[in-house]
């Protein structure tokens, strides 16, 4: 069952990228870019795990048209130790002092269909934080957003190398409010639901391992962009992440540093953006 839904949700992704591949003709092609810089005091990932101690976050974007590209990565400031807990391996410490901990690369399409806009991608992640650890792999996504109230939207990531054909689903929505001196105030919220990604779970040694199909982590965000110039921006951010049902917290628990599942968290966000 796990190999048809796989199968299905690639060529889903596959068939919507190749159908939109082709770009617009008899308009020149827009170009603009970004890049930013983010500071955490604890960084907490979009599927809730616990990263870093102090973390810097350097970013950089190019969008050519349609097509994005990006590159992420998150830098351990301070020493960051994590005992094992339910890995089934006794007295494991994982020790990452000024380290990178994780570095993403994504490429993307976006086509746009009256309201609704649609984006197929590929992302590789890499990590190093030591064992027991996610391990470096891919994954090929589709994300839907409708501009309506709320901006609802929905995102799958399908893993066919080290998440063995897993997927994880999220469901989004935000607002924006805007202020006086063109500031903005941002709110988002989103869940996921983890799909048999094996990444995602108690490693197979533990005794307490299961597979995972259900809603795994919860979170909601509330950011404010301040101008600084017309390039240039601030963005401070507070957020709360949560497991959303027992099997997602003793994962969470267990990977994160903290032996939580459940965080309060934020940064400060520079962020420098040109072109459009």
């Excluded at 970013?59 to 890995?87: C, H, L």
Aim: avoid cysteine; glycine fraction near 8%.
């Amino acid at each position: 069952m796990r190999t048809k839904i796989s199968f299905v949700v690639l060529v889903l992704i596959l068939t919507f990228g190749s159908s939109v591949f082709a770009a617009e003709e008899g308009s020149p092609t827009p170009v603009a870019g970004s890049a930013s810089l983010t500071y955490s005091p604890k960084f907490i990932t979009r599927r809730g795990f616990e990263f870093g101690n102090g973390s810097v976050q350097p970013s950089a974007s190019v969008i050519i048209g349609p097509f994005s590209f990006n590159a992420w990565s998150g830098y351990n400031m301070k020493n960051w130790t994590r005992e094992g807990r339910k890995s089934g391996e006794a007295d494991i410490e994982v020790e990452n002092k000024h380290s990178i901990l994780e570095t993403d690369w994504w490429a993307t399409y976006t086509k746009s269909f009256d309201k609704l806009s649609a984006t197929a991608g590929y992302f590789y992640e890499a990590y190093d934080t030591g064992n027991p650890s996610p391990q470096n792999t891919y994954e090929v996504f589709l994300v839907l957003h409708y501009d309506t109230f709320l901006q609802p939207g929905f995102e799958v990531y399908l893993d066919p190398d080290k998440g063995e054909g897993g997927q994880f689903y999220f469901v989004t929505i935000s607002h924006s409010f805007a202020l006086p001196h063109n500031m903005s105030l941002n709110l988002n919220a989103w869940a996921n639901y983890n799909n048999h990604n094996p990444l995602y779970e108690l490693p197979k040694s533990s005794p307490d391992h299961e597979d995972i199909r259900g809603f795994f982590n919860g979170q909601v965000a509330a950011s404010l962009a301040i101008p600084v110039t017309k390039e240039i921006s601030i963005v401070p951010r507070i957020g709360y992440s949560g497991p959303l049902s027992s099997k997602a917290s003793d994962v969470l628990s267990n990977w994160n540093k903290s032996g939580d599942s459940h965080h309060v968290h934020g940064g400060i966000t520079l962020v420098a953006a040109f072109g459009r």
